[in-house]
């Protein structure tokens, strides 16, 4: 999956997995740079595929300074990429300064609704509205990656994250307007945190769509009304908070450390990747968790399970070499997951491997083996290892071993797992293992889903 070399040149790289990436590239005929982002035709499920043709064409469409423009599409036998200008600025859930947030967030609310209205009147909904795909440059808001985009009435959303997602994203209804208006309340919680506008806020995020306001016209009329009054009251609010903020602090509550740190996810905004990921980095940096702060096994799994979820080695790291070596046995699994991942210049022995494929198989509880088992092969994707014949053999074992019972009540985790293990089978065919097959459970119980169908069909 390569640029046209003779035009676009790659200056870094932001991202990549199996099947896309994304970079900053430079125009070798004028010198500019801009934003690529491709995918390989090949490895690409047909909603990637679909989604990334959306993105083109509704750039194509938007003509809005505060957007990215679409410079160029580059389509080949087996990759599509498109180019696009580079928005410079700093992303919004990067903003450390809150005076510059509590100065501008008029202008950035309106702003967004401004670009949230363009694309309605072309025909689609945003559907992922969130800090990390809005950019402040020259303290105005600009907003990217428009991958997600649906059209108005779709009933199917795929790429939504969960941070400020309507509840309706998650069901077969129709998606309209309201949908973007709930992620927008959602949004606004983390720039007005008390007051009138709260009002306003809980409005726009009802959980039925007909009761919240039916256009993004109406929903910056009642904005604008409800700031012009929050602003008359303004006296009486400051005072209210003041005796309250004191009140809060004189009954201030010491609970314990996984305590203290649950409250602090909750006060921040974002996905739960990237709110664990903030705040353990945070706690880290400051000194909140040490060495003995892992002294019992209860705690230590607490944070290690924490750490996993981040995928970040660095926390992974650090968290492994402060738990005592005494209650190591105690929290076997994810304590050799973290190893896993956090020491690749020592990797586990195929034996190893084989012990804590038997430990995971042993857990009592089946939502928890299911995720430990789900963990365990997205490290192996993620670090390209190969298992051994035996301990292959042994891993389908386990997948053949699942009930249709327990995956008929536990439908979206067996289909992540399932998923999972058809791309590690089909990696293991491209390091020389012969053609894996899945179980005959999963084939019957997930043959409609459109993602595992696009791997059935690689497996054939």
Request: net charge positive; hydrophobic share 40%; aromatic share 10%.
């Amino acid at each position: 999956m390569k640029l046209d070399d003779s035009r676009y040149r790659v200056v870094e790289n932001y991202h990549m997995s199996f099947n896309s990436r994304v970079d900053l590239v430079e125009d070798q005929l004028t010198g500019k740079r801009y934003i690529s982002k491709s995918i390989d035709l090949n490895k690409s499920t047909p909603v990637l595929i679909h989604q990334l043709k959306t993105e083109i064409h509704i750039l194509s469409l938007l003509n809005d300074v505060h957007v990215p423009q679409l410079s160029d599409v580059i389509l080949s036998h087996d990759s599509m990429s498109l180019i696009e200008t580079k928005i410079d600025g700093i992303r919004l859930d990067q903003i450390q300064n809150r005076w510059t947030v509590l100065r501008y967030r008029k202008r950035w609310a309106l702003e967004l609704m401004h670009l949230l209205e363009t694309l309605h009147q072309f025909g689609f909904l945003y559907i992922d509205v969130k800090k990390e795909n809005l950019i402040v440059s020259k303290n105005h808001l600009f907003l990217i990656d428009f991958n997600a985009c649906i059209p108005i009435h779709s009933v199917q959303a795929c790429m939504a994250s969960p941070s400020n997602e309507a509840p309706e994203l998650k069901t077969k209804s129709r998606k309209e307007v309201y949908t973007d208006i709930y992620a927008l309340g959602s949004l606004m919680t983390s720039f007005y945190h008390f007051g009138f506008l709260k009002i306003w806020i809980r409005k726009c995020m009802r959980v039925t769509p007909q009761k919240r306001y039916p256009s993004i016209s109406r929903t910056r009329f009642s904005y604008l009304m409800f700031l012009y009054v929050q602003r008359i009251l303004m006296i009486c609010v400051f005072i209210f908070l003041s005796v309250f903020w004191i009140f809060q602090n004189s009954l201030a509550y010491e609970g314990t450390l996984m305590e203290k740190y649950r409250e602090e996810i909750m006060e921040i905004t974002g996905t739960r990747q990237e709110k664990t990921q903030i705040v353990l980095h945070d706690w880290i940096v400051k000194g909140k968790l040490k060495k003995g702060s892992f002294d019992d096994n209860q705690t230590a799994k607490y944070f290690l399970n924490q750490a996993l979820l981040t995928r970040n080695v660095e926390v992974i790291r650090y968290i492994v070499q402060n738990i005592p070596k005494s209650i190591v046995k105690e929290i076997y699994v994810p304590y050799q997951m973290a190893r896993m991942i956090s020491s690749p210049d020592k990797p586990m022995s195929q034996k190893q491997i084989l012990k804590l494929l038997r430990a995971i198989e042993k857990e009592k509880d089946l939502l928890t083996r299911v995720d430990n088992l789900q963990l365990f092969e997205e490290i192996l994707l993620e670090k390209e290892r190969v298992l051994s014949t035996e301990n292959v053999q042994y891993l389908s074992t386990i997948h053949h071993r699942w009930t249709n019972q327990q995956m008929k009540e536990n439908q979206e985790i067996f289909l992540k797992l399932a998923c999972t293990h058809g791309e590690y089978c089909l990696y293991l065919e491209t390091r020389g293992f012969k053609k894996q097959t899945l179980p005959d459970n999963y084939i019957e119980m997930f043959k409609e889903d459109q993602t595992f169908k696009k791997i059935m069909k690689m497996m054939e």
